[in-house]
């Protein structure tokens, strides 16, 4: 049904215009004056919507719901849902089943509807911070956590009724965890279906709740947990543990465990993706003439490195496969040595002597 059609007017019409094509629709079909009864009702319909400037923007904006894009169409019709604008003369109810259109109007109303839900809800997720050394990360190893959370009742089992006793359908909603509601709008009025308050929308109460967890099903305890930590994990990344979290109500699913992973910084070694990298210093005489030196790696164990000759400050050589393992692949990334050439800031008598020699030879 298009307003604006029955009325003879387009969309841009002023009031004036609506008002004058209402007085002369309104006189042509009046049944008083032998009209047609049918179409002065669709006339005075029209009118009382287009005339008010409220009613007319929110015809305008939800028009194309409403007409489901055809005119004089009805989407909602064969569903159950009977449609009529309010006007000032008579405000109507509207009554229907709520059917499939649930998303419908919970857009349209901003969230009017929602559907309740039979099951308890499950348990909250929980995140907890793991802070490892750069030495952990080589290798995939357990961190254990000792977290207090809800946990699963010991007594009811999660149930939430004493043992040996029964669980009734609740007496509100007749099992469905579900009870009406009637909701006004500018539109009219309407009914939605929300969570049943007796039962929280499970349907079902203990007959007699549960001694220990009051018949929640959970309990506060502690809780230790191995966490599996991958080797070449990094800083920022997360582990999931399904089912780890907090319990759900009345043996509901739990939630989960997140982990999140801080790495160190090394008074040694800097972590750059998978590579490792170290400074070393040497002195003027293995700079000039080269040397073999040996380095600490991040496992502890000693490295043997040649040291170039004419090597300067600055200098970087690189050790293939000593860096971080790549995470959830196979191999390591790169050690990389810069060196520092060291000046020495006290000099023997000697050390004195023979600098004057070399540099009496140019160097």
Not at 208 to 233: D, L, M, S
Not at 324 to 350: A, D, Q, W
């Amino acid at each position: 049904m298009d307003y604006y059609e029955i009325l003879g007017v387009t969309k841009n019409a002023s009031q004036d215009e609506i008002k004058k094509a209402f007085h002369k629709l309104a006189h042509q079909y009046h049944p008083d004056k032998g009209g047609d009864e049918k179409k002065f009702k669709e006339i005075n319909e029209a009118y009382q919507v287009l005339s008010d400037a409220q009613k007319r923007a929110q015809y305008d904006q939800y028009g194309r719901v409403f007409d489901g894009g055809q005119p004089g169409g009805n989407p909602f019709e064969g569903q159950g849902f009977n449609w009529s604008w309010g006007n000032t003369r008579q405000q109507e109810e509207v009554e229907f089943d709520m059917g499939d259109l649930g998303d419908v109007f919970e857009q349209f109303f901003g969230g009017g509807r929602r559907t309740a839900k039979k099951d308890p809800k499950k348990g909250k997720d929980i995140q907890v911070d793991i802070e490892l050394t750069l030495e952990k990360v080589l290798k995939e190893h357990v961190e254990k956590v000792t977290l207090s959370k809800q946990a699963t009742c010991h007594r009811c089992q999660g149930t939430g009724a004493e043992p040996n006793t029964k669980i009734k359908e609740c007496f509100s909603c007749r099992g469905t965890g579900q009870v009406q509601q009637v909701q006004k709008t500018v539109f009219g009025s309407y009914t939605t279906l929300a969570t049943c308050p007796e039962c929280k929308g499970e349907g079902t109460i203990p007959e007699k709740p549960c001694n220990v967890c009051k018949g929640e099903g959970r309990t506060k305890g502690q809780e230790t947990i191995e966490i599996h930590i991958p080797a070449g994990i990094d800083t920022n990344q997360v582990i999931r543990v399904d089912g780890k979290g907090e319990a759900g109500k009345k043996g509901a699913k739990a939630g989960n465990l997140f982990a999140r992973i801080f790495v160190k910084k090394h008074p040694a070694f800097e972590r750059r993706g998978d590579d490792l990298f170290s400074q070393t210093e040497i002195n003027f005489s293995q700079a000039a003439l080269g040397d073999e030196i040996e380095i600490k790696s991040l496992e502890g164990t000693n490295i043997l490195l040649q040291v170039p000759q004419g090597t300067e400050t600055g200098k970087v050589l690189r050790i293939s496969g000593k860096g971080i393992p790549h995470f959830g692949g196979y191999g390591r990334g790169n050690m990389y040595v810069e060196f520092k050439v060291k000046t020495p800031k006290k000099l023997s008598r000697k050390q004195k002597e023979l600098l004057d020699q070399l540099k009496k030879e140019g160097l």
